[in-house]
């Protein structure tokens, strides 16, 4: 079995596991982490299958991040966060859990939400 038909998140793309769809192009997904650090805690993802930073190539990174700006944009009007942060783990022992490369975005509202 190739890593991309054993992935979850592309399992995610197919539509053979649900998600709560935040938004969705011809090769961008974005939904809400089942985790939710903070409400609101959203994974934007390329639909082409790519481990981590080091296989994305620079096409797929280009089509991805130029959609952050408006999905956290999205985020901001839907949640009123004060804040937001965007970040990647990759590999395991950077926290990769998930071997499907993906951004999080975790609103952050103050006081009220621990940093971690
Ligand atoms: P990582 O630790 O790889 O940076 O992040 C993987 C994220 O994927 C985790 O925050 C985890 O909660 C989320 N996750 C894992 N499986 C699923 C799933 O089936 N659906 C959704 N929506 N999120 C998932
Ligand atoms: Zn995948």
Do not use: W
Request: hydrophobic share 40%; net charge negative.
């Amino acid at each position: 079995m190739s890593e991309a038909n054993d992935c979850i998140f592309c399992k995610i793309i197919k539509g053979e596991i649900p998600c709560a769809k935040v938004y969705e192009d011809d090769d961008v997904l974005a939904f809400l982490d089942l985790g939710q650090v903070t409400k609101g805690h959203t994974l934007v993802i390329p639909k082409n299958h790519k481990k981590d930073i080091f296989e994305l190539d620079a096409e797929t990174a280009a089509k991805l991040y130029k959609r952050v700006p408006m999905i956290a944009s999205a985020l901001k009007k839907t949640f009123h966060p004060v804040g937001l942060n965007v970040l990647n783990n990759n590999g395991e022992p950077a926290g990769q859990s998930v071997l499907h490369y993906h951004i999080h975005l975790i609103p952050r509202y103050g006081s009220e939400d621990t940093f971690h």
